[in-house]
Every structure is written in structure tokens, then in C-alpha cells.
């Protein structure tokens, strides 16, 4: 069992950055993979990016590459979102997730945090 707590997330201007924080509790995160996800609202739920359990590898939407990266400090039990050059079609509920392989949809992710709102004004 693992429990997700992001942080970080506020209000910035068009252009400029963030990072975003997901902390775990417990002592299995080291054998999840990672994944960030965000919702506006009226929209599902899409994903942005995701990193192996051991973060040799990483996978993002198309919509942030070269934008966003995703990281992961497994002995502080935190994964990370650095993102810049953000747009206001960033702009969402950001949440983080753990699941047993990297994914690009939601299915395979079993623990969610409750979100961090992020908000790009222009």
C-alpha cells in the first residue's frame, strides 16, 4: 500500500515554471512506476508522464515533451514534475500516481493522490 501526497502547485504566468512534488508513504516505491496525470475541468483525465520504478526510463504525452520532466528520488520516496514554458492550456488538477508498469492511460495505476491545481495565467 502506498499513499500519494503532491505539492507545488500555485498560480505562474505563461512562460514560467513549476515543480511539482509527489511524496509516498511506505516502504514499496521503489517497486512502483511513477506516473503524473491532470484534469481541467469538463475534460478527463489525461496523462502527462510517467517513469520506471527504478527511473531508467520515462514516457510523456506529446503535449509537454521538451517541456516537462519527470523524475524520482527513491531513498526520499518522492517523484517529481519540473515543468516550464508552461502555457495556460496547462492549466489543471494535477495528480500523481503508482502502478506496477509504466502506462499511458490510467488503468494500470491503483493509488492516486488527491491533486495539486495548477494555474497558467496569459
Known amino acids: 500500500q502506498v499513499h500519494l501526497v503532491e505539492s507545488g502547485g500555485g498560480l505562474v504566468q505563461a512562460g514560467g515554471f513549476l515543480r511539482l512534488s509527489c511524496a509516498a508513504s511506505?516502504?514499496?516505491?521503489?517497486?512502483?512506476?511513477m506516473g503524473w496525470f491532470r484534469q481541467a475541468p469538463g475534460k478527463e483525465r489525461e496523462f502527462v508522464a510517467a517513469?520506471?520504478?527504478?527511473?531508467?526510463?520515462?514516457d510523456y504525452a506529446d503535449s509537454v515533451k521538451g517541456r516537462f520532466t519527470i523524475s524520482r528520488d527513491n531513498a526520499k520516496n518522492t517523484v517529481y514534475l519540473q515543468m516550464s514554458s508552461l502555457k495556460p492550456e496547462d492549466t489543471a488538477t494535477y495528480y500523481c500516481?503508482?502502478?506496477?508498469?509504466?502506462?499511458?492511460?490510467?488503468?494500470?495505476?491503483?493509488?492516486w493522490g488527491q491533486g495539486t491545481q495548477v494555474t497558467v495565467s496569459s
Open positions: 500516481a503508482a502502478g506496477r508498469v509504466v502506462a499511458g492511460n490510467t488503468a494500470p495505476y491503483t493509488h
Open positions: 511506505g516502504r514499496t516505491f521503489s517497486t512502483y512506476a
Open positions: 517513469i520506471s520504478h527504478s527511473g531508467t526510463s520515462a
